[in-house]
């Protein structure tokens, strides 16, 4: 690199592959759609998975057969698939199909707001106390060993039985489901803040930290301008690999009777309850909700996977 | 470049990864479904079915065979014989969950097994059959209308050797009306208040002084609650409920055993387990000869050696546990299960009457106001509810059971009158009904252990939120809080507005009208206990209607001839109907089948209706 260089850079602005060459940085590549499914075929079936489930949930009202699905009554009961109900209808004539698709809503609504509120918590306890370091690092960081160290379904059940009552309805979240979000998130969260710390600890002595530090920049600046954003990418795979967990966990707390609303529908609660004394007279109660559950899971694992080795390859096998 | 690797080359060339075990479980988890939906239904059912009729019939042809051989032996020989062949075993039971107390006295949930296996009641009664089989009484008489004398069996001892006298069972009876004045327990206190005391006239012999004539005593006598105690065990080593005073103003402190301590009961079995798995109980060798053995009694005590009684709260955990051959009962079996559990060749599936129960019980300190409680009933698509839920069929409950055949007057026709579904009505109704405290939501309160309950839950949540337009919400909880909360007395305002149980698939009657089912209306049993509907309520309606019912319930029960009870019976039932009084008995299955273990022998099937099974000493086990 020479003087004369930078004098043209400053004189007129290199395109992004000039300066690749010019500086010696490998060129920045397109994302190609087509590129990444032929290379993670896998993964793009995830994806494919994961917008059939998701589209087939957010449209709901309008896929259903029968506008309520805690409607009972609608067709004799245990009546197998047919053309009137595709999925037959439960002991009480509920219709399997319109209960599938509506479970799909609940089960993705607390997915996603459990890992929503549980990697964005504990990425910001990693990131501050990982920074700050010492005695509330050390705290926070026994803390999180001794959260670990109870079964997580026996803390979430511990926290639905202790605050559940005391928590407020929401717009989008009624209290019951706000309980399962806040006891489901409460065990991704010190998964999380491991996972983070460790990435803030790596992050703090880099180089381009140190110069910010060198050229004065305050503590809150160099965690926002500059190890936040190198988080990103571990986020999101992090997002990504947790929903599905955070989906089973719904379901396997509407299994133990401490989910949603009795007769709300639910993937997880349909498995449970009165349903299970069913399942040899009726197997599509069995069948339906648990494919529906196990193919979303497995979208989201494959495409969690495939997220993984496209953002970041050096991190395969590692989560 | 790795761009330019082939995928699968890529992927084979791996070490085993997560996604690679993701895939093979996807796979692996894919097949197993179609191969388990494909075994679901195969064709073989018939095969089974001629197996099973083929089994049947061979068994029917050997037990043939075997009782022509039995009669061709000395009578008493044989009889030696059967008798010593039926012993042993253990009989494998299960509630959904742990007692909460096992004092006969205070009645709680899911204690019978112990209290009917470990102590004594007077004898047991089977209304199908209208027979009294005598236990700890050799017999009774009815001296005058205010005069009943026992006879106390002789020879019987309590499980520390204590002498079982008649001042122990004087004390037994006794101690009902004290612990009801001092806790207000569940006890049907009809069984003992037209009583002024119970005296022990000499060793053997008790007479009872009433008040009044009353019709239903000597049944009364043989629920578990008339249990004997130990006097000095519960005094000695009973909890002090407090101190009882005497209408004469004497003072006496009250015990109650809710542990049943050693030497308090002197029933054939003792307690050798009882922990949050289940309980056991194991014969007790010194207990007393029933000479003559009356129906479901045997001369030497019980057949059966042992009886366990697991916990299960699980519905779907219990019919597993049945069908794989590790319980000998389960009760109320769906109709839409029945091929389920008639292809299971140890399953012997036995139809009875209907007996079930539903109830929605209404909070009187919000709905005083008769409309209110119209409103809710009119809310309720009756013939919807029996077509949702009975399959087998369904009919509509009256405040007594149509068991007791000779005091329910009341036809279907007749009740369809009351059970009338206008959503219109019951809007105007609600809308123009007067509220106390104001009910912004309703919410239905039931207990999760019932399989069925909770839909059957739902589905009159949705009615009556669909008819008044009022949001509605369904809670369910453990049997225990469920009971609790539902006889919180300490307030006159619920955290519920209805509470709803019985999900009206299988019941009995023990043939007295009180108990199936008027408890659940009277202003001083489920009334006081339950639904702030009685006398001294602070709502003047609601106090004005429950001394009117008080009224007419003692008057039937006071009334000895059986026409004219059964008239003022038929009265009571209208007015309760009339006023929405407190209760509204939901349709129930027309229908009831249970399931018994092909090993557990002579059963008594009528025994499940009336709530005695528990004390059929004749029940033994052919795998014994």
């Known amino acids: 690199m020479s003087l004369d260089s930078s004098a043209q850079a400053t004189d007129a602005p290199l395109s992004d592959a000039a300066a690749a060459l010019e500086y010696g940085i490998p060129p920045k590549q397109r994302f190609n759609p087509f590129h990444w499914m032929r290379r993670e075929p896998l993964g793009a079936l995830g994806l494919a998975l994961i917008i059939i489930v998701s589209v087939g949930a957010a449209f709901a009202p309008f896929l259903n057969t029968f506008p309520d699905p805690r409607e009972q009554g609608l067709g004799p009961p245990l009546e197998g698939p047919s053309a009137d109900h595709w999925f037959g209808t439960d002991r009480f004539g509920k219709d399997v199909w319109t209960r599938v698709l509506h479970g799909g809503r609940i089960s993705l609504k607390i997915g996603v707001a459990t890992v929503l509120i549980g990697t964005v918590a504990g990425t910001l306890v990693a990131l501050l106390t990982a920074f700050t370091g010492g005695a509330v690092d050390f705290v926070v960081g026994r803390l999180v060993d001794v959260i670990i160290a109870i079964p997580s379904i026996l803390l979430a059940l511990v926290l639905y039985t202790s605050v559940g009552q005391d928590l407020p309805d929401l717009p989008v979240l009624p209290r019951q489901e706000f309980v399962l979000v806040i006891a489901i998130a409460s065990f991704f969260m010190p998964g999380t803040y491991r996972i983070m710390r460790g990435m803030v600890l790596e992050l703090r002595e880099q180089q381009y930290v140190e110069a910010a530090r060198v050229v004065g920049a305050a503590n809150f600046r160099i965690m926002w301008r500059h190890i936040a954003p190198n988080m990103a990418g571990l986020m999101i795979v992090i997002t990504s690999i947790s929903l599905p967990a955070a989906i089973l966990a719904e379901a396997s707390l509407s299994f133990l009777g401490v989910g949603v609303e009795a007769g709300t529908p639910s993937w997880g609660a349909d498995l449970s309850g009165t349903t299970r004394t069913y399942f040899i007279a009726g197997p599509w109660l069995a069948i339906f909700p648990g494919l529906a559950l196990a193919i979303t899971v497995f979208g989201f694992n494959v495409f969690g996977d495939s997220l993984r080795d496209t953002l970041d390859p050096r991190l395969r096998g590692r989560i | 470049m790795r761009d330019n690797e082939n995928y699968w080359n890529r992927l084979r060339s791996r070490p085993l990864s997560r996604r690679r075990f993701l895939v093979g479980s996807g796979v692996a988890a894919a097949g197993s479904a179609a191969i388990l939906a494909g075994c679901g239904d195969d064709d073989d059912d018939d095969d089974d079915g001629a197996a099973a009729a083929t089994a049947a019939a061979t068994e029917a042809a050997a037990t043939e065979a075997a009782a022509e051989a039995t009669a061709a032996a000395t009578e008493a020989a044989a009889a030696a014989d059967e008798g010593d062949a039926k012993r042993g075993g253990t009989l494998r039971l299960w509630k959904a969950q742990e007692d909460a107390g096992l004092d006969p006295g205070i009645y709680h949930l899911n204690n019978t097994e112990i209290i009917y296996s470990t102590m004594t009641q007077p004898y047991t009664y089977q209304p199908t059959k209208n027979i009294f089989a005598m236990d700890g009484m050799a017999g009774y008489e009815q001296v005058d209308p205010t005069t009943f004398v026992w006879s106390i069996r002789p020879g019987m001892k309590f499980h520390n050797g204590d002498a079982v006298d008649s001042e122990a069972v004087a004390f037994s009876f006794g101690r009902l009306t004290k612990l009801y004045d001092l806790i207000n327990p569940h006890t049907t206190r009809t069984g003992f208040v037209f009583v002024d005391d119970f005296e022990a006239t000499d060793e053997l012999t008790v007479t009872e002084h009433w008040n009044r004539p009353n019709a239903d005593a000597p049944v009364y006598r043989a629920r578990h609650y008339y249990s004997f105690v130990n006097p000095r065990v519960v005094d000695e080593q009973g909890a002090l409920e407090g101190e009882w005073t005497a209408p004469d103003g004497s003072t006496e402190d009250v015990y109650s055993v809710q542990t049943l301590p050693e030497g308090v009961g002197s029933g054939p079995y003792k307690i050798v387990r009882r922990d949050a798995t289940g309980t056991r109980t194991e014969r007790w060798p010194d207990y007393h000869k029933h000479t003559p053995a009356d129906d479901g009694f045997v ?290 299955s027309s229908v009831s089948y249970y399931g018994f273990n092909k090993r557990l022998q002579d059963f008594g099937q009528d025994d499940w209706l009336n709530f005695y099974d528990r004390r059929r000493e004749s029940m033994w086990l052919s795998e014994a």
Request: one cysteine or more; glycine letters at 8%.
């Open chain 2, 299 to 588: 001369e030497d005590g019980p057949y059966i050696d042992a009886w366990e009684t697991r916990i299960m709260p699980d519905g779907a955990a219990r019919k597993a546990a049945f069908l794989a051959g590790d319980l000998d009962v389960y009760a109320a079996i769906d109709p839409l299960e029945l091929p389920e559990f008639e292809s299971v060749d140890h399953v012997n599936v036995v139809e009875l009457p209907a007996g079930g129960t539903g109830y929605l019980g209404m909070d009187g300190g919000k709905f005083h106001d008769k409309r209110s409680r119209q409103a809710l009933q009119k809310s309720l698509d009756y013939e919807r509810i029996i077509q949702t839920l009975w399959t087998a069929g369904g009919k509509l409950a009256a405040p007594i059971s149509d068991l007791i055949a000779a005091y329910q007057k009341l036809s279907q026709e007749e009740l369809a009158s009351w059970y009338r579904w206008d959503p219109q009505e019951a809007r105007a109704l609600w809308e123009a009904a007067d509220f106390a405290v104001p009910v912004e939501k309703i919410k239905l309160f039931g207990a999760v252990e019932d399989p069925l309950l909770s839909d059957v839950t739902q589905l009159y949540a949705g009615m009556i939120q669909e008819a008044l337009g009022v949001e509605t919400e369904v809670e369910l909880v453990d049997q225990n809080t469920w009971a609790a909360r539902a006889t919180d007395v300490s307030t006159d305002v619920k955290d519920w507005e209805l509470l709803s149980y019985g999900n009206g698939s299988a019941g009995g009657t023990t043939g007295v009208p009180n108990d199936t089912h008027l408890i659940h209306f009277d202003p001083r049993g489920y009334g006081l206990n339950a639904f702030n509907h009685w006398a001294g309520s602070p709502r003047p309606e609601v106090a004005a209607d429950s001394e009117v019912l008080i009224g007419m319930l003692t008057a039937q029960e006071a009334e000895t001839d059986p026409e004219a009870r059964a008239e003022l019976l038929t009265e009571v039932q209208r007015w309760i109907l009339d006023n929405h009084y407190c209760n509204w008995r939901m349709p129930i």
